[in-house]
């Protein structure tokens, strides 16, 4: 396994859907789009959703469309995406992020994006998580991993998911896991963190822990916390 850059699950970063909070997040976008120019051209995703499934690089699931966020901006799994015309299908909110950095990033990159259902319980995903690991370190060429997960979205009074007083102790954990590379705090994670599955997936990934991880970006500018970072397994 090579290089695993962790990003938000977060469409504001598309400056055609962000409108003027577009300018805002300029910061947050490059330090996501650096991250993830570091990865080899093969990727796997790692993502939440409300089920499991497996998408592209190519086929009938490899192209998507934030057209339910208000744009019909296409985006693909691989540079072969959509040769056939192959009208968009219904992604994820991570599978479009991930789309969309990789045609900013990498467009010549290949990504398959793995979905997990919010709802698995910590020993589950962790286990997927080591399934993962053996079956990337069985490939004959070079994998990276990209994590597409937010924190809390109850950080401040206009947060998408209201305001829990208690939220920005368990942001700053997470917050503080993800820059330490302390993969026995990400299992540890509770509900109200949006992408905790994809972390304990990642948790599984790298246990005991990566070489090295280096944050990009921290933060909650509409309430939800963003976190960008590159570890080395």
Same mark, same amino acid.
């Given at each position: 396994?090579?290089?695993?850059?962790?990003?938000p699950?977060?469409?504001?970063?598309?400056?055609?859907?962000?409108?003027a909070?577009?300018?805002?997040?300029?910061?947050?976008?490059?330090?996501? %789009? #650096?991250?993830?120019?570091?990865?080899?051209?093969?990727?796997? $995703?790692?993502?939440?959703?409300?089920?499991d499934? $497996? %998408?592209?690089?190519?086929?009938?699931?490899?192209?998507?469309?934030?057209?339910g966020?208000?744009?019909?901006?296409?985006?693909r799994?691989?540079?072969?995406?959509?040769?056939?015309a192959?009208?968009?299908?219904?992604?994820?909110?991570?599978?479009? %992020?991930?789309?969309?950095?990789?045609?900013?990033?990498?467009?010549?990159?290949?990504?398959? $994006?793995?979905?997990?259902?919010?709802?698995?319980?910590a020993?589950? $995903?962790?286990?997927?998580?080591?399934?993962?690991?053996?079956?990337?370190?069985?490939?004959?060429?070079?994998?990276?991993?990209?994590?597409?997960a937010?924190?809390?979205?109850?950080?401040?009074?206009?947060a998408?998911?209201?305001?829990?007083?208690?939220?920005?102790?368990?942001?700053?954990a997470?917050?503080?896991?993800?820059?330490?590379?302390?993969?026995?705090? %990400?299992?540890?994670?509770?509900?109200?963190?949006l992408g905790?599955?994809?972390?304990q997936?990642?948790?599984?990934?790298?246990?005991?822990?990566?070489?090295?991880?280096?944050?990009?970006?921290?933060?909650?500018?509409?309430?939800?916390?963003?976190?960008? #970072?590159?570890?080395?397994?």
């Open positions: 396994m090579s290089a695993i850059a962790i990003v699950s977060a469409p504001v970063l598309v400056p055609e859907l962000g409108g909070a577009s300018a805002e997040v300029a910061d947050l976008r490059a330090e996501v %789009l #650096a991250a993830a120019a570091l990865l080899p051209p093969r990727w796997i $995703v790692i993502g939440t959703g409300g089920r499934d $497996v %998408l592209g690089p190519t086929g009938p699931n490899s192209v998507g469309t934030f057209a966020f208000g744009a019909d901006l296409r985006v799994l691989s540079p072969r995406a959509g040769e056939r192959e009208l968009p299908v219904e992604f994820p909110v991570c599978a479009l %992020l991930a789309g969309w950095v990789r045609g900013q990033a990498q467009p010549e990159a290949n990504a398959q $994006v793995r979905v997990y259902r919010s709802d698995h319980d020993d589950t $995903v962790l286990a997927r998580g080591r399934q993962l690991r053996a079956e990337i370190d069985e490939a004959p060429d070079p994998i990276g991993v990209l994590v597409v937010d924190g809390a979205n109850t950080l401040t009074p206009t998408p998911g209201g305001y829990d007083p208690g939220a920005a102790d368990v942001q700053l997470l917050d503080d896991a993800l820059a330490n590379g302390d993969v026995a705090a %990400l299992t540890r994670l509770p509900g109200q963190i905790r599955v994809a972390f997936v990642l948790a599984g990934l790298t246990e005991p822990g990566p070489r090295t991880a280096k944050e990009l970006y921290r933060g909650a500018p509409y309430g939800v916390g963003y976190f960008a #970072a590159v570890w080395q397994p």
